[in-house]
């Protein structure tokens, strides 16, 4: 499993979520976690669907606010990456 580099942490709703902010290829996306889910500034994505170049297609724990459930990062935004994968 990869980590996912977020910030701009911010109060959720509910005391027990946070917002933060994703940088992604096409802008900034917020998504809705709970707290637990936020280690050091990172958070678990699962492996990456796609890669061109140095971008990573990867798959978020939740949907953002912009409804995307998966999104386009570069790779230094993200910790453990692979090289290329293996279909």
């Known amino acids: 499993m990869m980590k996912l580099k977020v910030s701009d942490l911010q109060e959720g ?4 979520e946070v917002v933060v902010s994703i940088h992604t290829t096409e802008g ?6 709970g707290k637990r889910s936020v ?6 994505v699962g492996y990456p669907i796609r890669i ?3 971008s990573f297609l990867v798959e978020l ?6 409804g ?8 230094s935004q993200l910790e ?3 090289e290329k994968v293996v279909a």
């Open 80 to 82: 453990d990456a692979p």
């Open 61 to 66: 724990p939740r949907e953002t606010s912009s």
């Open 39 to 44: 280690e050091r500034g990172y958070i678990n």
């Open 52 to 54: 061109k170049g140095s």
């Open 28 to 33: 900034d996306e917020g998504l809705v976690l």
């Open 13 to 16: 709703l509910h005391h027990s």
């Open 68 to 75: 995307k459930w998966r999104v386009w990062v570069d790779k």
